[in-house]
Each structure stands twice: as structure tokens, then as C-alpha cells.
């Protein structure tokens, strides 16, 4: 962190009225300058020294970003028309600090904090609807003959059911991701348009569920929604089997590298585990060991969202459930190395992708989080499933 001073003192001759224009300029610094952190501007207390009058303060991640600052347009005008024909004299420090109690803090930028929802077409809604109750078990919130939502915690919905009669199965159209603070959802904004992406508007209802967002096509043409501020419920749905948590989707791509220089370097997803040549794990600030995976392949599909359960008693419900209904289970319980998670997978092309629905997905610590070194994993099943007992074990995926 770098943390930039200056103490002035005003000319003799400033009126109060200009003096406290000056300061009022000052003090729009932090919404001109989205990088500038904890912003500060007050009287000099001192009665040792009171060579100056004011000192303002301000914090970036790094020089890049002081620099960036200092060497804006605004910032020469300002200092050039403004501030030297009023300032008697100054005094600039820019130093580098570690914040206090935090001695590895991490001034990498920041990505998306964790997934909130699909938005999926699917050709029978109340079908869908029907099925993502009982087999998934999530709790139908609003439903009209156009779309519905569904919940799983306290977050607004995770998934949004649009009607789409004219489709044969299932398709995912977007997913959303929810961002820590207004700061973070300007950087990526920033990116997104530096990157030479079009920043589209969030979907109309989704505007009025949080605070301020956008929405960017993937090379896929899948449409990713961040935001801040998803409304949340006071309560958890009254349902003892339920999913707690969307954890990720995994994304089938034919552009593979595009696809994962997409999320790492325009959105910052942290690369968690590699399966070389075939599949990438990506992490939020949720610190979930994926909260998006992106498989190269022949075709472009959301394959699978997960679902995290509360325990692995509540996995072999929900499968006992699938077992009982005949619902098809398209992988039966695995044991994934990357995410250390339980889980099995339905589908049924008409829902959409397969739901997975797993126990004990990895959740790093926050000192992992900053330090993980992601792995290159061969192409092998047991890297993918601990319980496939050989390399040429491919015939249950
Ligand atoms: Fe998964």
C-alpha cells in the first residue's frame, strides 16, 4: 500500500469563501479517483509546528496507480489553475506501508466475490420449476408465466427460470456474480472496457435486486452479470433439504484459451488447479476453490451447476430422491481431487445443464487464498474423481 501526504498552509491574502472552495475540491478527489482509498483532509492540530494549515491523506495499491493519479489531466489542471496561485506553501510524502495486524495483505486486484445465479430458457417452466424443487431442492420464490425465480439461502434467487417454449432444451443464458464494493465493480468495468468488450446493462429486473452493475458477453456469447448489493431474505427457506449455497458453473468452451484469459485477466478469477489441456478451476474472493471451471471442448454449453449441500447425508438424500423418481443421473457419487468435494450429477436435457450436487466443496484461508500456487494436473480420471481406480478409467463420465 502506498500512502501519499501533502501539507499546505493557504496564501495570507485567500478569503475564507475561495479558501473553502479549494477544500470542497479537495474533497471530490475520491469520486474522480476510484483507486484513491481512505481519503482524508483536516486542520493541523499541532501546537509544536503549524508551518502548515491542512494535511489531506490518501492510500493506493500501488505506484502504478499513485502515478496514474498524479499524472492525470484533471489532476496537472487542477494543480496548474487551482491550487499554486492559492497555496503559500506545501510539503508531499508518498510512502510504502504494510497495514497493521496484516502483514502479507494482498494489494493485488480484486475479483468478483462469489457466484449468486443462472439465468436458464428452458422449453417447460413449471416442469423445471417442479423438478428444481423436489430433486434440487430449492424453494420457488416468484413465478408468472414468463419466468420465475428460485432460492436456495438467503441470497435472492440462484436460479431465474425464463419460459422459452420455442426452445427443445434447456439453455443457460447468463450467470451473475455479486462484487464486494462499488470500487471493485469500477475496476472491473474499467477492464472490461479497456479490453475492448461492449458493457452492457444488467437485465431489466435484475437492475431493481441490487445496488449498481453490468453485464459482459464471454467469448462464448454467455452473459456475465456483477453487481453489488444482491438482495438477500431475512431467513433461509423453512426447507430441511436444501442447497446452501451455487458454487460454481463448469463452462464447456471450443475457444478454451480465450475463454479463461477472459475471466482471469478482464474479470481477475484466480487460476486454483489446472487439468492441462483440458479443464481450468477459477476462484472468487469467496475463496471456494472454483466458483467457475471452463473445460475445453467440441462445442460451447453450461455443463454443470453445483450446489453445495449441507452435508454428504444430504447428497444421498437428494440422490435417494433421484434413485426413487428415476430422475437421470448422469454421474453417480464422486470424489473430486481438485475441489476435495462429494458429489453426484443429474440431468435431464430439458432443466438445462446437470445440476451438481456436492458435500464439502474446499474453501481456502484467506492466507491460501493469497498464496495457493494452482497445480498442472495431467489429463488423467483419478485428477479428476479420487475413486477412479486407473488412468484409463473414463467410462463413467
Ligand atoms: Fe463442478
Redesign the pocket.
Known amino acids: 500500500m502506498i500512502r501519499h501526504t501533502l501539507s499546505f498552509r493557504f496564501i495570507a491574502e485567500l478569503g475564507d469563501t475561495d479558501r473553502e472552495a479549494v477544500l470542497a475540491e479537495l474533497a471530490t478527489f475520491p469520486e474522480r479517483y476510484p483507486t484513491m482509498r481512505g481519503w482524508s483532509l483536516g486542520e493541523n492540530l499541532s501546537t509544536r509546528d503549524t508551518t502548515f494549515s491542512h494535511t489531506m491523506s490518501m492510500d493506493f495499491d500501488g505506484l502504478p496507480e499513485l502515478r496514474e493519479y498524479l499524472g492525470s489531466d484533471w489532476h496537472e489542471s487542477f494543480v496548474r489553475t487551482r491550487w499554486r496561485p492559492v497555496i503559500a506553501q506545501q510539503a508531499i510524502t508518498s510512502y510504502e506501508y504494510l497495514q497493521r495486524g496484516a502483514s502479507n495483505v494482498s494489494t493485488r486486484p480484486r475479483g468478483p466475490y462469489g457466484m449468486e445465479y443462472a439465468r436458464i430458457e428452458v422449453p417447460d417452466l413449471q416442469a423445471t420449476i417442479d423438478f428444481l424443487q423436489y430433486h434440487v431442492g430449492l424453494q420457488l420464490e416468484e413465478h408468472t408465466d414468463d419466468y420465475a425465480y428460485l432460492r436456495a439461502d438467503i441470497e435472492h434467487h440462484s436460479i431465474e427460470l425464463i419460459s422459452a417454449p420455442e426452445r427443445e432444451d434447456g439453455w443457460t443464458t447468463a450467470i451473475g456474480f455479486s462484487v464486494e464494493s462499488e470500487q471493485v465493480l469500477q475496476l472491473l468495468r474499467k477492464q472490461v472496457s479497456e479490453a475492448g468488450l461492449e458493457v452492457l446493462d444488467l437485465q431489466g429486473r435484475q437492475q431493481g435486486l441490487c445496488d449498481n452493475g453490468f453485464g459482459v458477453k464471454d467469448p462464448n456469447g454467455l452473459i456475465v452479470e456483477l453487481f453489488t448489493e444482491f438482495q438477500e431474505y431475512a431467513e433461509a427457506p423453512h426447507l430441511e433439504l436444501r442447497p446452501v449455497d451455487l458454487?460454481?458453473p463448469?463452462i464447456a468452451t471450443t475457444k478454451y484459451a480465450e475463454t479463461v484469459a477472459f475471466y482471469t485477466e478482464v474479470l481477475n478469477f484466480i487460476p486454483s488447479d489446472y487439468v492441462v489441456g483440458s479443464t481450468t478451476f477459477m476462484r472468487c474472493e469467496d475463496r471456494y476453490h472454483?466458483s467457475l471451471?471452463v473445460q475445453n471442448n467440441k462445442e460451447h454449453y453450461v455443463a454443470?451447476l453445483?450446489f453445495a449441500m449441507k452435508s454428504l447425508d444430504h447428497v444421498m438424500r437428494m440422490r435417494a430422491r433421484a434413485l426413487y423418481k428415476g430422475a437421470p443421473i448422469a454421474s453417480d457419487i464422486v470424489n473430486?481431487s481438485a475441489?476435495t468435494?462429494i458429489?453426484f450429477y443429474l440431468h435431464d436435457r430439458k432443466f438445462g445443464p446437470r445440476f451438481?450436487l456436492?458435500d464439502r466443496h474446499r474453501v481456502f484461508t484467506p492466507e491460501e487464498h493469497e498464496t495457493h500456487r494452482a497445480r498442472r494436473m495431467p489429463a488423467d480420471p483419478r485428477n479428476i474423481d479420487v475413486w477412479r481406480p486407473a488412468a484409463d478409467d473414463w467410462g463413467r463420465f
Do not use: G, L
Request: aromatic share 8%.
Open positions: 458454487v460454481h463448469f472454483h471451471a454443470h453445483c473430486h475441489s468435494s458429489a451438481e456436492c
